[in-house]
């Protein structure tokens, strides 16, 4: 079984920086794809960014430009570097990993909050 560990979530201001960070532990043969999604209260969740090993990354648009994803495939650790958060960043991530244990996984982490205050 293959869990994930979120942190770095928190309460910045607007124009703030945060780092997110998402751990992946158990027997991982091989990582697929690795992602963030957040969800906004009384929205639907949405895919912010998404890296494959090899480092070939997507942005949502509403991000572009100011949040940077990042993955160590020997680690198996996901990053998230946010800049010129804004209120509507506001939203519990989630990191996503897709791959292959001793079968094929799609693992969500828990969830950390992020909240930008105007």
């Known amino acids: 079984q293959v869990q994930l560990v979120e942190s770095g979530g928190g309460l910045v201001q607007v124009g703030g920086s945060l780092r997110l960070s998402c751990a992946a532990s158990g027997s991982i043969f091989r990582i697929n794809s690795m992602a963030w999604y957040r969800q906004a209260p009384g929205k639907q969740r949405e895919l912010v960014a998404n890296i494959i090993p090899g480092g070939s990354a997507n942005y949502a648009d509403s991000v572009k430009g100011r949040f940077t994803i990042s993955m160590d495939n020997a680690k198996n650790t996901l990053s998230l570097q946010m800049n010129s958060l804004k209120p509507e960043d506001t939203a519990v991530y989630y990191c996503?990993?897709?791959?292959?244990?001793?079968?094929?996984?799609?693992?969500w982490g828990q969830g950390t909050q992020v909240t930008v205050s105007s």
């Open positions: 996503n990993v897709v791959g292959r244990s001793v079968r094929n996984f799609d693992s």
